[in-house]
């Protein structure tokens, strides 16, 4: 698992005994660390101090060897990895899964998921986030970004079940300004939360489903009170065309002559960006990035993907996401990462990119930039918030390890972390989840789904139509 020479980073500081216990001390794996370039390396027989939520030292195994602690977790045979981030999503569509299958993007919307999230109740919602959270906790997701209704409700289960989130309240024009109003009003009174790990955004649905006057608003009302915006945009080619034709402007024009690009924005799927949107994207004064979920679009058909070296090439961040499960089937961020690198050598026709080591800079250090947090988790470093996975290596699918960095990303699984950490606080130990209890929203969400997939109502919540 040795790194090449001029990857590895500096040597490890030695950890200084403290009269006070650390919270938690995880010793004898091997870490994934970045250097000051960004790079990506690996530290073996290494130990991470937590102290306060915090990462306090990533040291020697043998240096915190008598060292006290709160809790302990022997890790060796294991690498610890940034807690994966999923950059969008829509997490109580788990109740969904399966429901709205081999259909084009139209019929999709129209024909089953708009008619059936008619029906939703904010009891749905809240068990669908549940089962939502115990998926992603799971396959070492620590932090989502998620853009759905009633989310109060899934704010309730983060606060909860102990992950990091950044969470926006949907809206359509169609719903007039009570929608916009509904939005702002969440994102307020939710920003800060459970103990710092709900952040906020305001959550206009996308530039078909809201109107610029309405663009315009959200944009600022984002500057007024230093909140970002959260939307899908340009998901696909046909997207594209369509505003072109409609509005003479693409869905990333549509964004820069409503001022949304002079926020902090993150754009959902991106895959119909065009050449002429580069200069556009480029320019923004706010931090834009752009969220990938790549399974979703192949699964749709899609002729066009997320253009990551495109958007490298102008600075903009590229994160890792999985949509919501109605699309994608699972929330498993593990597969994005990998799809991702695939995707992007056959689109590129260039097997050189994405790399290993691009796609695991993807999945940590660019998707904690993509949810606004660049600054305070991505790195399993001192200063940085303690989320951090362990993932267990020794499967026959994941020996031999001759490149540590491919062999994560194109041999593990998610069913391969073992244990997921979120501020300090272990959320699944040895694949034991202690925060969420499965079964009981199983059965109750069972017995809801007759009432919650109806659709002879003949109801929708929107119209498709790009």
Not at 276 to 293: I, K, M, W, Y
Not at 307 to 313: K, S, W
Not at 329 to 336: A, M, Y
Request: proline content about 6%.
């Amino acid at each position: 698992m040795t790194p090449s020479s001029h990857e590895k980073p500096a040597r490890l500081p030695e950890e200084r005994p403290r009269e006070t216990p650390a919270d938690l001390i995880v010793s004898g794996c091997t870490v994934l660390v970045h250097d000051e370039r960004e790079r990506i390396g690996f530290e073996e027989d290494a130990a991470v101090v937590v102290r306060d939520g915090v990462i306090h030292s990533v040291t020697t195994a043998a240096a915190v060897d008598g060292l006290p602690a709160a809790d302990r977790i022997d890790a060796r045979g294991q690498v610890a990895l940034p807690g994966l981030i999923n950059c969008h999503t829509h997490a109580p569509m788990v109740a969904l899964r399966g429901l709205a299958e081999d259909l084009p993007t139209e019929e999709w919307f129209n024909d089953v998921v708009w008619p059936v999230e008619s029906n939703l109740t904010e009891r749905d919602v809240e068990l669908g986030a549940r089962l939502a959270c115990a998926e992603m906790i799971r396959a070492g997701v620590t932090c989502f970004a998620d853009h759905y209704f009633a989310m109060d409700a899934v704010a309730a289960v983060v606060a909860e079940c102990g992950m990091r989130a950044l969470l926006g309240q949907a809206y359509f024009s169609s719903q007039g300004p009570q929608g916009r109003e509904r939005s702002l009003e969440f994102a307020l009174r939710h920003r800060g939360t459970a103990d710092g790990r709900i952040t906020t955004a305001l959550a206009p649905h996308a530039p078909y489903t809201v109107t610029d006057a309405d663009l315009a608003t959200t944009a600022g009302l984002a500057r007024d009170h230093g909140l970002p915006v959260h939307l899908h945009a340009a998901e696909n080619r046909d997207q594209t065309d369509t505003s072109l034709a409609r509005h003479g402007a693409t869905p990333i024009g549509v964004l820069e002559r409503t001022g949304v690009l002079d926020t902090d924005v993150l754009i959902a799927h991106g895959t119909g960006i065009t050449e002429d949107d580069l200069p556009l994207l480029a320019r923004a004064s706010g931090r834009t990035v752009v969220a990938t979920a790549p399974r979703g679009y192949l699964k749709f058909a899609w002729p066009t993907t997320t253009p990551v070296r495109a958007l490298r090439d102008i600075g903009v961040p590229v994160g890792l996401a999985t949509d919501g499960a109605a699309s994608n089937n699972s929330l498993d961020v593990w597969e994005s990462m990998a799809l991702t690198a695939l995707v992007q050598k056959f689109t590129e026709g260039d097997p050189r990119r994405l790399t290993s080591r691009q796609a695991l800079h993807h999945a940590s250090v660019q998707s904690a930039e993509a949810v606004g947090l660049g600054g305070t988790v991505g790195r399993i470093a001192p200063g940085r918030r303690a989320d951090l996975v362990l993932v267990d290596l020794t499967g026959p699918h994941t020996q031999p390890v001759h490149d540590l960095a491919a062999t994560l990303v194109h041999s593990a699984r998610s069913a391969d972390v073992r244990t997921t950490i979120v501020d300090g606080r272990v959320l699944m130990r040895d694949r034991e989840l202690l925060t969420l209890d499965v079964p009981a929203v199983v059965r109750e969400l069972g017995e809801r789904l007759p009432a919650l997939t109806d659709r002879g109502h003949g109801r929708r919540i929107q119209e498709y139509d790009t």
